[in-house]
């Protein structure tokens, strides 16, 4: 029986009839490579472990700043990141020459 803790972790506690079973086998992520479509189109890279892309995700086109690690000789995406709606977009992208102009003031 699956039992809800503080931060929503699953923790398996065994079935009803008290004995203590193995929980289900761990989700295995598919063998998702830099070549699949499903990861989106990889519009720039930023620096080594970090890209642009753009995707699309349950039905919506979404712009997604992420940060990438290496396992088994691929790059796969981590949580550190961020994914802008077409709404979120276009208003960073209407809004990018004030933010450059702020960031001339600071001196980069």
Known sequence: ??????????????????????????????DASSDDPADGIVVCEVSKNKRITVRNWNGNVMVDFREYFVKDGKQLPTKKGISLSMDQWKILRDHIEEIDDVVQEYGA
């Open 1 to 30: 029986m699956w039992k809800w803790k503080k931060g929503n972790k699953r923790n398996w506690e065994g079935d009803a009839s008290g004995s203590a079973g193995a929980p289900p086998p761990k989700r295995q992520a598919g």
